[in-house]
């Protein structure tokens, strides 16, 4: 087949050069090492059964330096023997000579004299390349390797890149997963001597594969780095069904609220009525609206009673949040899922297995006497992956900032109706001192009114909850910010991060739903009375 080589210029971006080959944003299969003899049959049944295959159905590019042995030929080999000729893209020192550059690799990049690091740069434009594709994707296979290729598998590390190591291939391949294999008493081996060993073991992210597996384990490795189309299509679902519940909470949350002050300003009318008859007389308009008044807040009583629109947004809230809480966690891939933890799992699987309990368990409520609200939200920004800085902007900071804002209002809420209340106080003391003792009752239940709002609110227990909640993010937040650049890119702490922001939003969640589902078992034991008026 025709071969196209493509020398880079080193006085220009390396992208501007790579724009030579024409090729589409794709994910990245990178190469490395190679193989012994022994292996070669087994070897070729990896390339020929999974590499292949995978880069073919996801439009992959395979990058590899192009030998004409080891991994580069095995690759060659099995791509022409698929019914469409997967990408090869190879990556060559400007020393190289033609007879051993593999011919069947379509295209080839050559490396100016003047960079001697062949590793490094070879890295960089395979990074060039995986950048391209939205979200980016790359995943770097090993077999086997000497230290020359244990410098390209620290820069994989660097660069974020899972690494898929193939036991049983000696050299670098077995010395890593020797040296992350638990012994059989359960300790944990000794850190490794070699600096650039050790910083592969704690920092990259390595699947263990061995050449003689099951090809089916290998094929889903490959899939889960690789093709993101699925881990998206589930996190968009995701997102509408949150969209689906946030709405319809707020839909029930409009309405109860609506009952909720209907009702107070009509048990304040009634009392007033009641003294108007009193001291105007009972006069037709004013015998009929008496008569209204007691009857309206019956029907809305019994309304509020039945239909129970506040309940159903405590609810519809709180599955919200939950689902919500699930989806950074599966955009950060941290917890469950991260890629230490989906190796026998797909992480968009759990996601899909944790919006089904969520879902489940709201079907099971009084949720399912009422209708969703179908209103997608689209935001392509929300359907990516994020790494641990854009989760501190997108979620972290979000939220610091909603409970800044939330506490300030709730503050002056809080302020002015307790102002409010002392004002009706102190006018209905006024009013007994002055002899008009039939306005007393006006007064008081005005102080009522506003203190059942209050009640029905929670308005002091929320802004309570929320301070709390903001100084436990802003706690985590000043934790991160003290962590040096290596220690931001520790799994560990990324972990740490996610899990303690998360628990914090699903705490002040629990306060939330429990204090507000106490409040309208209160609310619902007073409207008896209200009804019998």
Known sequence: MPQTIIDIDPSTPIADSLKQLQLPPSPLIFLLGDFPASCSGPAASIFQRAVAPVALEVGAIIVDDAKCCGCAAAIASAAIDQDRTPQLLGIVSNDRQASDIDPNHQQIVRLPAAWDHSAKYTLKIADVLASQSVPKRAVALLFGGTDEHKKSIVQCARLDWPVIVVAKTGGLADQIIAAMTTQPDGTLPAPPLDPDLR???????????????????????????????????????????????????????????????????????????????????????????????????????AYNSHFRDGNKWILLRGAAEALKREIFRFRAKAGIYS??????????????????????????????????????????????????????????????????????????????????????GGIGTLLAAIHLDIWVAVATAVVTAFTTKLQADQTETSLIQYNQSL???????????????????????????????????????????????????????????????
């Not at 699947?207 to 889903?220: A, E, H, K, P």
């Not at 946030?246 to 609506?258: H, N, P, S, V, Y």
């Not at 969640?509 to 409207?527: I, R, Y």
């Open 339 to 424: 890629d230490e933890q989906c190796e026998l799992a797909s992480r968009e699987s759990k996601l899909a297995a944790k919006l089904k309990d969520i879902l489940s368990a709201l079907e099971q409520s009084e949720v399912n006497k009422t209708s969703l609200t179908e209103d997608p939200r689209p935001d392509p920004k929300r359907i990516s992956f994020l790494s641990p800085e854009q989760y501190v902007v997108e979620r972290l900071g979000d939220q610091i900032n909603y409970f800044v804002s939330k506490t300030r209002k709730l503050s002056r809420k809080l302020t002015a109706i307790q102002l409010f209340i002392y004002l009706a």
């Open 199 to 301: 910083e592969i073991v704690e920092t990259a992210t390595v699947y263990q594969s061995t050449v003689d597996g099951n090809l089916d384990d290998l094929r889903r490795q490959l899939f889960a780095q690789v093709d993101s189309s699925a881990a998206l299509e589930t996190l968009k679902q995701a997102w509408e069904r949150f969209d689906e519940l946030d709405l319809t909470a707020l839909r029930k949350q409009t309405l109860f609220r609506r009952i909720e002050g209907v009702l107070i300003v009509l048990a304040v009318v009634a009392a007033l009525l009641a003294i108007l008859t009193r001291v105007i007389g009972d006069a037709f308009p004013l015998h009929l609206m008496v008569i209204i008044a007691p009857i309206l807040i019956s029907v809305i009583g």
């Open 471 to 533: 100084a436990s993010l802003r706690n985590i937040d000043c934790w991160w910010r003290a962590l040096s650049g290596w220690e931001k890119s520790r799994r560990k702490n990324i972990d740490v991060l996610v899990d303690q922001t998360e628990k914090a939003m699903e705490s002040e969640t629990a306060g939330w739903v429990q204090q507000m589902q106490a409040a309208l078992d209160k609310l619902t034991e007073k409207e008896p009375p209200a009804q019998n008026q």
